[in-house]
């Protein structure tokens, strides 16, 4: 007879809840449910009744063993009433099918040819940092991730439409994130309907225009755009698409980059190991090759631990298909099994001082337990974008770290649970590194 899955009292079950809607993270509360009933528990709340697993097994569980049985979509979430048919939200042979489409742009061969692109949108925007200007280092970040994801993948310069835009994708994105929704699927949010109406005029605008010049063009597209349209799909499945590439796609690198200079902010050593690799291996005034960029080898365990703390994707949801059985468990059909990314990354079994910053956890010739280290998945179906990400992150920090020195001004830094996992309230003070020039 299958084990009843452990609950957390209703008093603990409405902590988590006002923690949501009050700091917008369940972090803590998940926390002290995973330490007081194991790695595996479910939440009992009005019309929200998700299970929660941790742990390298319970992930091998969601994403080999029975992936098939664990759907991505689920037509009550905002994320598929947002991006409708995009690569994300399906599951079977047609996420497969779109998948191969759009494997060919974000293939690492090709990110030698984005590093320009990365490091000249660094420079222009950082060139607006003034002396001792006090910064929100996210939505610094958030301008270079969508100047690098627009040129790259949709060869567009989107730097005029940067302001105007804003709002827009940022509501886009508020859109599906974590919210009363959760509990009453059918809330009214016509407060976003003008910025996702708004969205789609823009995408399919720039669809048109790309297609007529296409017609002149008679050179085979490299982009993800041009390639969407040169394979024949029509402007909807284009539209949900290049919408899913922009918000995940820009959203997890934003944070990426952002919590990675906040812990280098707090971690003055390790910041100046990192900051004395860049300064030995890169130039003030020439953009890097590809081997210089994988000489920072130091730079990238930064990268790996601030993934592994702060993961931007830092749960995983599916829907089960059909009743499914987990180390004794029963997991009804129709349940929200979420794996937790975080927890699993935290876990005290497999990660010595799990809230301890240390780089060195990631040195050549280490390895993670198999399923332990998680940021963009696993199993067949892990993040497309997660060489481009990873590439475009080592190439931004680095170009900051060569230029700046970042103070932080805020003590008071949270995990912030949006479209990803965010650091809220990470200002920063700028200071060129002129003594570094002389």
Request: aromatic share 8%; charged share 20%; glycine share 6%.
């Amino acid at each position: 007879m299958p084990a009843t899955i452990p609950s957390p009292s209703p008093q603990a079950g409405l902590i988590a809840l006002k923690a949501l809607l009050r700091e917008r993270s369940l972090l803590a509360p998940l926390q002290r449910m995973n330490l007081e009933l194991g790695d595996i528990f479910q939440i009992q709340l009005p019309n929200f009744t998700p299970i929660f697993m941790v742990g390298p097994e319970a992930a091998h569980f969601v994403l080999v063993d029975q992936r098939g049985e664990l759907r991505w979509r689920n037509e009550n979430d905002p994320v598929t009433h947002l991006l409708r048919h995009g690569v994300l939200v399906e599951d079977g042979d047609e996420h497969d099918r779109l998948r191969h489409l759009l494997n060919p742009s974000l293939h690492k061969q090709m990110l030698v040819e984005y590093i320009t692109d990365m490091w000249c949108y660094t420079q222009q925007v950082t060139a607006q940092w003034k002396e001792g200007v006090v910064v929100d280092i996210l939505d610094e970040m958030r301008k270079i991730a969508l100047l690098v994801l627009m040129r790259t993948l949709y060869q567009l310069d989107f730097s005029p439409q940067l302001r105007r835009m804003w709002d827009v994708v940022i509501d886009n994105i508020k859109y599906v994130s974590p919210g009363l929704w959760m509990l009453w699927s059918d809330l009214p949010r016509h407060q976003y309907n003008r910025a996702i109406h708004k969205m789609d005029r823009y995408l399919y605008q720039i669809i048109q225009e790309r297609r007529k010049r296409m017609t002149a063009d008679p050179l085979p597209p490299r982009d993800m755009l041009g390639q969407l349209i040169a394979s024949g799909m029509e402007d909807g499945l284009i539209r949900d698409q290049l919408l899913t590439m922009l918000i995940a796609g820009h959203d997890t690198v934003t944070a990426l980059m952002a919590w990675t200079l906040y812990l280098l902010s707090v971690h003055p050593d390790i910041l100046k190991q990192a900051q004395d690799e860049v300064d030995n291996t890169l130039y003030p005034g020439e953009i890097p090759s590809l081997e210089q960029i994988n000489q920072l080898v130091y730079l990238n365990q930064v990268i790996k631990e601030s993934l592994r703390l702060f993961p931007p994707i830092h749960l995983g949801s599916r829907i089960s298909a059909t009743d499914l059985e987990f180390k004794g468990y029963h997991i009804p059909a129709n349940r929200r099994v979420v794996y937790s990314i975080y927890l699993t990354q935290r876990h005290p079994a497999y990660w010595p001082e799990p809230d301890r910053f240390d780089p060195d956890r990631h040195a050549p010739g280490t390895r993670p337990a198999p399923y332990t280290w998680l940021p963009f998945g696993g199993g067949p179906r892990n993040c497309i974008g997660a060489a481009f990400g990873q590439m475009e992150a080592r190439v931004v920090v680095a170009n900051v770290l060569l230029h700046f020195d970042l103070h932080l001004v805020n003590a008071h830094v949270k995990p912030h649970m949006g479209a990803t996992l965010e650091p809220h309230g990470a200002r920063m003070r700028i200071e060129r590194r002129s003594d570094y020039f002389i």
